[in-house]
C-alpha cells in the first residue's frame, strides 16, 4: 500500500500478573478510514485500544503515530498528541455540566489578570465552543448547557461524549462500543455521526460487538484473537458468519489476508 | 449475509421501519414537571439551599421563642465565635469529602499545629512567627502523608486517617508531655499566638479575627472550587475517579493536593485554637472531627463525593451554633441539642439520596 500508516504498533505485550492481555499485537490506521476491531470477549481488544489511547503502558512494543515513536504514559499525552477517546463508559462526570465535562482536563482560562493570577475559568467560552460543537455535530437542541450530565439520557450522554472527542480529535478517534448501551434509534444517529466525523478527513478506531454495525461502517476490519491480531479483513469480500468464525477461531483466515494485513 | 455486506452503506433490513417513526433524537425533555420534581431539581442544582433554608427557619424560630435576647447582634455574632473553629476544620473535611474520602484526623492535626506553634516558641525560643510556619508545615506534611497513603497505596481513605488520626494524637502528647502553655505566658512573650482570638466591636456586635478568617477562607474556597480547574477535578474525582483520570485529570497528583490543603486548613485552625481557649492545650479539640464531619453533613454534601456546596457546610455549622445557643438560652438539657442534631443529620443525608434520584 503506497499511503503510510498514521497509527501503527508492533509487538505490544501488556500481561497482568499472569494473564497476557497482549501478546505481540500489531495494529494499524490508515489516515481517513473507519477500522473496526472486532473479537471475542477476553480477546484483548480493550487493553490494544487503552495502549494506543495512553491509559495502559504496554511492557513491550512499539506505537509509532505518523512515523514517530510515541510513548503514552497518561490519557493526557496521547489527547496532546491529537488521540481522542470515547470510552465505553464514556468518562464522563455526572455532577459536572456538559460544558465542564467537554473541557475537563483542558479548560480554557480567563484572559488578563483574572486567569493568570486567579486562574479564574472561562465558562462563557467554554460554553459557546460547546455549544457549537453540539450544534455542528447536529447532535441535539441545546437548551441548557451548563446542565449536569446526570440529568441526561443515555444517547445523549453518547453524543456529549462523541463531540468532546470529535471537537479535539485532530488525528485519531478511537470509539469503544459506541452502541452498546443504545437503543436501535439512537445506535443509528451514533452511527451517522461517526461517518460524519470520517467525512471531516479523521480516521476513527470503531470496537464493536454489533456485526451489522461493523458491516456497515468499517472500510477494514481488524480481528483479535488470543492478544494478538489475527488477520484484517475486508467488509465487502467477507462475511459477517466468516468474521464470527475467524473471531472464535471457528475457521483459520486464508494466508493471503495475512499478507494483506 | 453476502447482501447484508453488498448494501452495507445503506441502513439495515430491519432498521428501514425506523423512517416512519419519531425523528427527535436525544432533544432534551421539556415536559412539565410536577411541583415536586421542580423542588428536586432546583435542590439538585442549588445544593446549599436545603440548609440555608433550615438556618433561617431555626433562626427565625428561636427568635420567636426567646425573642430579643437571641434576636441580637451581640448573640448572632456569638453563634459566629462558637462556630469559627468548626468552620475551619470543616472546610478542611469538606474538601476532602468532595473528593469522596473522609478526613477522621483532622482535629488531631489541629491540636498537634498548635503544640508545635506553642511548644516551637516556647521549649527552642523560635520568634513566635516562624513557630507558626512550622505549625503550618506540620499541618501540611500530615496531609500529604494522609494523600499519598489514599492515593498511590490506593487505601480507603477512612482507614488511612483512622490510623493517623491516632498516631498524629500520640504523637501529639508524647511531644508535649502532656503539658499545656498557660495563657499569661503566651499574652507576655507571643501574643501573635493569641491573635485570632482578638476581637473588635461594630455596634453590639463583636468579631474575633478568627470568625473574619473563616468566613474569608470559606469565601476563596468557593471560588476556587467553583471558578478554578482544580476546583472542578476535586468535583470530577468524587464523582468517578477512573473517569476522571480518563478524561486526563491527574488524579493522585489532585488528590494530594486536597490533603495537603486540608493539613494546612488544619493547622490555621490550630492557631485559631489557641486564640479561642488562650491556652495550648494537648487535649483541646478532641471533637473536632465529628463536628466538621456533622456541618458537612448538615451542610449538604454528599458523603459519596462530588457533590454539595461549601457554602452547604458553613451553613450546617451555623445550624449547629444556633440550636446550641438557642437550646441554652432557653434552659433546657443539653443533651437534647446532640438529640436533634443526630436527626437532623439523618435527615439530611436522606434529603441528599432524594436529590440524586433526579439523575434516574
Not at chain 2, 192 to 218: D, H, P
Request: hydrophobic residues 50%; aromatic residues 8%.
Amino acid at each position: 500500500m503506497a499511503i503510510e500508516p498514521l497509527l501503527t504498533a508492533r509487538g505490544l505485550v501488556k500481561r497482568y500478573g499472569r494473564v497476557t492481555a497482549l501478546d505481540q499485537a500489531d495494529f494499524d490506521l490508515y489516515p481517513g478510514e473507519i477500522l473496526a476491531v472486532i473479537g471475542d470477549n477476553g480477546a484483548g481488544k480493550s487493553s490494544l485500544i487503552k495502549a494506543i489511547s495512553g491509559a495502559i503502558t504496554p511492557d513491550e512494543g512499539e506505537i509509532r503515530l505518523e512515523g514517530k515513536v510515541v510513548n503514552f504514559k497518561a490519557p493526557m499525552e496521547a489527547r496532546d498528541a491529537g488521540i481522542e477517546t470515547v470510552y465505553q463508559n464514556l468518562a464522563l462526570s455526572p455532577a459536572l455540566s456538559i460544558a465542564d465535562n467537554m473541557f475537563l482536563g483542558r479548560e480554557i482560562r480567563k484572559p488578563g489578570i483574572m486567569g493568570n493570577w486567579f486562574r479564574m475559568l472561562d465558562r462563557g467560552a467554554m460554553e459557546k465552543r460547546a455549544r457549537e460543537k453540539l450544534t455542528e455535530l447536529g447532535l441535539m437542541t441545546i437548551q441548557n448547557i451548563s446542565q449536569a450530565v446526570e440529568t441526561l439520557s443515555g444517547g445523549q450522554r453518547q453524543g456529549v461524549a462523541v463531540a468532546r472527542a470529535a471537537a479535539f480529535g485532530s488525528k485519531v478517534v478511537i470509539m469503544d462500543e459506541p452502541t452498546a448501551a443504545l437503543g436501535v434509534k439512537e445506535s443509528r444517529r451514533v452511527l451517522e455521526l461517526i461517518l460524519d466525523v470520517k467525512r471531516r478527513g479523521l480516521p476513527i478506531v470503531l470496537i464493536s460487538h454489533n456485526m451489522p454495525h461493523v458491516f456497515e461502517v468499517a472500510d477494514r476490519i481488524h480481528i483479535h484473537r488470543l492478544g494478538r491480531r489475527l488477520t484484517v479483513i475486508d467488509p465487502k469480500e467477507y462475511t459477517m458468519s466468516d468474521a464470527v468464525a475467524f473471531m472464535t477461531g471457528a475457521k483459520v483466515p486464508p494466508e493471503a489476508a495475512l499478507a494483506a494485513a | 449475509m453476502t447482501d447484508a455486506s453488498a448494501d452495507a452503506r445503506r441502513p439495515q433490513e430491519f432498521e428501514k421501519v425506523l423512517s416512519a417513526s419519531d425523528t427527535s433524537v436525544a432533544s432534551f425533555d421539556t415536559h412539565t414537571r410536577s411541583p415536586i420534581e421542580k423542588i428536586q431539581h432546583f435542590l439538585h442544582s442549588n445544593p446549599a439551599a436545603v440548609p440555608l433554608i433550615v438556618l433561617v427557619a431555626s433562626i427565625a424560630l428561636f427568635g420567636v421563642i426567646i425573642g430579643g435576647k437571641f434576636f441580637s447582634a451581640f448573640s448572632m455574632t456569638l453563634i459566629l465565635q462558637q462556630v469559627a473553629i468548626t468552620g475551619i476544620i470543616g472546610a478542611a473535611q469538606t474538601l476532602v469529602i468532595l473528593t469522596a474520602g473522609i478526613d477522621l484526623s483532622v482535629g488531631a492535626i489541629m491540636v498537634l499545629s498548635s503544640v508545635v506553634m506553642g511548644q516551637f516558641t516556647f521549649r527552642y525560643g523560635l520568634p513566635p512567627s516562624l513557630a507558626i510556619l512550622c505549625g503550618f508545615a506540620v499541618g501540611a506534611l500530615c496531609g500529604w502523608l494522609n494523600g499519598v497513603l489514599v492515593s498511590y497505596m490506593k487505601l480507603p481513605p477512612f482507614i488511612v486517617t483512622l490510623g493517623t488520626w491516632q498516631i498524629v494524637l500520640a504523637t501529639n502528647f508524647l511531644y508535649s508531655a502532656n503539658e499545656t502553655i498557660r495563657s499569661q505566658d503566651i499574652e507576655a512573650q507571643a501574643p501573635i499566638l493569641k491573635f485570632f482570638g482578638e476581637n473588635f466591636r461594630l455596634g453590639n456586635a463583636v468579631f474575633t479575627y478568627g470568625v473574619v478568617a473563616m468566613v474569608l477562607l470559606v469565601a476563596v474556597l468557593w471560588y476556587i472550587l467553583n471558578h478554578t480547574a482544580w476546583g472542578r477535578h476535586v468535583y470530577a474525582i468524587g464523582d468517578d475517579p477512573e473517569a476522571a483520570q480518563l478524561s486526563g485529570v491527574r488524579v493522585n497528583r489532585v488528590l494530594i493536593s486536597v490533603y495537603v490543603i486540608s493539613g494546612l486548613i488544619c493547622a490555621l485552625g490550630g492557631w485559631m485554637l489557641i486564640g479561642r481557649i488562650g491556652s495550648v492545650s494537648p487535649t483541646a479539640g478532641q471533637f473536632a472531627n465529628i463536628e466538621s464531619i456533622t456541618a458537612v453533613v448538615i451542610g449538604g454534601i454528599s458523603l459519596f463525593g462530588g457533590r454539595g456546596s461549601i457554602l452547604g457546610m458553613l451553613f450546617g455549622a451555623l445550624i449547629v451554633g444556633v440550636f446550641q445557643l438557642g437550646l441554652r438560652l432557653i434552659g433546657t438539657d443539653p443533651q437534647w441539642t446532640y438529640l436533634l442534631i443526630g436527626t437532623l443529620i439523618i435527615i439530611a443525608v436522606a434529603i441528599d439520596q432524594w436529590i440524586r434520584k433526579v439523575a434516574g
